[in-house]
C-alpha cells in the first residue's frame, strides 16, 4: 500500500556525495524529509530515494552540510505520465476519453421496471417517457419525488411507484392497485336478469319472486327474479337472490378466401447495417433505396452487453433484406378449415363459462370465400343482479 | 545538555517506579527486531555512522550500535529508522 502511494506520488533516487553523509542524513530528518532505501557505495558516496517534490529542500540542507547532490533516477506515476507530453494526440484522446465517460455516466441507459403484473412494461416506460424519462435523460433532472406522484397520476392502475437511479442504470419499482370487485350490498334491492339469452333448465329464487318457468325461453336483460315481493297487503322490496341455469346457444361465423397470395423466396438477399446510439440511428450505409421491388425486412438488433450485465447504449441493428415472389393459388381446404375450427374455438372458450357440448361446425364456399359456422350448446348459470332504480320505482308509484 | 540528560533519566526512572511505557512518557529508544532481519528504532537523533557491517544511531541516553552484514536504512523519518540486514548484535555505548 506504501509502494503503491510512493509510486503514485513519484520519487527520486538521488546520490549524496560529501565528507559526512550521515551528517546530511541526519540534517535530512531534521528537516523533515524522510528517505527510504539508503545505500552506502564503496566510493564513501550513497544513495537514497526521497519524494520528488522535496528536492529543492534536499539541495538546501545538501549545501548546509558541505554535501552534493545528484539526481540519478526519476521514478513513478508524474514521471512516467509526463513522458507523454509531446504525445499530444495522446492526451487530446485521453482527454475526450476522460470526459466522455464523466458525460456518459450522468444519464440512464436501462431502465428496469420491477413489480409490474397487469400493468404492462411497455406502458410504464411510455408513461415515463411522456414524463421526461428516457434512455439518455440526464440523471441529475430526475426528480424522483415528484415523478413516484405524477407516475400515480399517469397510470391509475398503480398504487405505489418509485424510480431508484444507480449510475447509469435506472429500476422503476411498481406496486399495483388491488381492484376489488364491485360488490353490491345485500340491503340494496335487485333484480335478477338474464345474462345471455338462453333456455331455462333450472330456477331456484332464494329470495324475491320468480318471473320465468322451467322451458322458458328468455332474452338478453330479460327479467328473471323480481326483487318487488307483492304481499297481500304491501309491495315489498328485497335483494333477489337466485339459481338460474340456462341452455344458451352459440352461433359463431369465421370467413377466410379460398384463393391467396402464395410468397415464394427467390433465395436473393441483401443485408443493411446500422447503428443506435441512446435512440438516434446512424445509417452505415449511403444507398437507402428500396433494393427489391417486393421483399420481406427483417430486423435484428444485437446489443453490446459485458459478461457481468452491463450493456453499452449502443445497438446494431441489421436488416436483411428477402427477395420473394407472389403467385396466386389455392389454399389447401383442409388447413384453411382446421384455422377457422382454431379461431372460432378460441371465440367460443372466450364467451362460454362452462364446457359447451354438442359443438357443430358446417363449411361452405361461396364467391370464392369459405364461410365456417359454428353452434354449440351451453349450460351455465345467467343471473345477473342489477339495482332497481328506486327514483322510477317512486315515479311509476306516485302515478 | 547535561542537565537536560539528567532530567530525563530522573523521567525515566520515574516511568520505571510507576511501570509506565517508558518510550512514551520519557521518550526514550525503543528498539524492534523481526526475524534477525528487520529492526526498527523509535525515539532515535540521528545517524553517526553508516556502513555495510555497522551503524551507530544516536539516542537519548546512549549509542545504539548495531552489527551485522549487508545492513541497509530502509527508511528514516525524525522519529524512527528502519533497518534491514542480517543482523549479529547490537548494543549500547555511555
Known amino acids: 500500500m506504501l509502494r503503491a502511494v510512493t509510486y503514485l506520488r513519484g520519487f527520486i533516487v538521488v546520490k549524496v556525495a560529501g565528507r559526512y553523509p550521515e551528517r546530511f542524513l541526519n540534517i535530512c530528518t531534521r528537516g523533515g524529509v524522510s528517505f527510504w532505501a539508503l545505500k552506502k557505495h564503496e566510493d564513501g558516496t550513497m544513495t537514497v530515494s526521497v519524494r520528488a517534490g522535496e528536492l529543492p529542500l534536499l539541495k538546501e540542507l545538501a549545501s548546509n552540510a558541505l554535501c552534493t547532490v545528484e539526481v540519478v533516477r526519476r521514478a513513478g506515476a508524474p514521471f512516467f505520465a509526463l513522458r507523454f507530453r509531446r504525445r499530444y494526440i495522446f492526451i487530446a484522446c485521453f482527454l475526450i476519453f476522460a470526459a466522455a465517460l464523466y458525460l456518459l455516466s450522468q444519464h440512464i441507459w436501462e431502465i428496469e421496471v420491477i ?267 345467467i343471473a345477473r343482479p342489477v339495482e332497481i332504480p328506486i327514483t322510477g320505482l317512486h315515479g311509476t308509484g306516485g302515478n | 545538555m547535561k542537565k537536560r540528560n539528567s532530567g530525563q533519566n530522573a523521567l525515566f526512572r520515574a516511568t520505571e517506579i510507576f511501570d509506565l511505557p517508558g518510550d512514551i512518557i520519557a521518550g526514550v529508544s525503543r528498539v524492534e527486531i523481526v526475524g534477525g532481519r528487520d529492526m526498527r528504532i523509535e525515539n532515535h537523533s540521528g545517524i553517526l555512522e553508516y556502513g555495510e557491517s555497522a551503524i551507530d544511531i544516536n539516542t537519548e541516553n546512549a549509542v545504539l550500535r548495531i552489527r551485522g552484514s549487508s545492513l541497509e536504512i530502509i527508511s528514516m523519518t525524525t522519529t524512527e529508522i528502519s533497518i534491514r540486514g542480517n543482523i549479529f548484535g547490537f548494543e549500547y555505548v555511555y
Open chain 1, 115 to 381: 413489480g409490474n403484473s397487469s400493468v404492462s412494461e411497455e406502458r410504464i416506460l411510455k408513461a415515463l417517457e411522456k414524463l421526461g424519462v428516457g434512455i439518455g435523460t440526464l440523471s441529475e433532472d430526475i426528480d424522483t419525488e415528484s415523478l413516484g406522484d405524477l407516475m400515480l397520476l399517469e397510470i391509475d392502475e398503480l398504487s405505489w411507484f418509485a424510480l431508484n437511479i444507480h449510475g447509469c442504470r435506472a429500476s422503476a419499482e411498481v406496486r399495483e392497485k388491488v381492484i376489488p370487485p364491485k360488490v353490491i350490498s345485500n340491503d340494496v334491492p335487485v333484480n335478477i336478469v338474464a345474462a345471455k339469452s338462453g333456455m331455462i333448465e333450472k330456477i331456484t329464487a332464494l329470495e324475491g319472486s320468480a318471473q320465468v318457468a322451467v322451458g322458458d325461453v328468455v332474452t338478453e336483460g330479460q327479467l328473471l327474479v323480481s326483487g318487488l315481493v307483492d304481499t297481500a297487503i304491501s309491495v315489498r322490496m328485497v335483494h333477489a337472490q337466485a339459481d338460474v341455469t340456462a341452455r344458451v346457444w352459440y352461433v359463431l361465423e369465421a370467413k377466410m378466401p379460398v384463393e391467396a397470395w402464395i410468397k415464394e423466396y427467390t433465395g436473393e438477399e441483401k443485408s443493411k447495417f446500422a447503428l443506435s446510439f441512446a435512440g438516434n440511428r446512424i445509417n452505415l450505409y449511403g444507398d437507402s433505396s428500396i433494393i427489391y421491388e417486393k421483399c420481406d425486412k427483417i430486423i435484428d438488433r444485437y446489443r453490446l452487453e459485458l459478461p457481468g450485465g452491463f450493456i453499452f447504449p449502443v445497438t446494431l441493428i441489421k436488416e436483411t433484406y428477402r427477395e420473394y415472389e407472389q403467385t396466386e393459388g389455392e389454399l389447401d381446404g383442409y388447413t384453411s378449415e382446421e384455422i377457422l375450427k382454431e379461431i372460432l374455438l378460441a371465440r367460443l372458450a372466450e364467451q362460454c363459462g362452462t364446457e359447451p357440448s354438442d359443438i357443430r361446425f358446417d363449411f361452405d364456399v361461396t364467391d370464392g370465400v369459405l364461410t365456417a359456422r359454428l353452434t354449440a350448446e351451453c349450460i351455465e348459470q
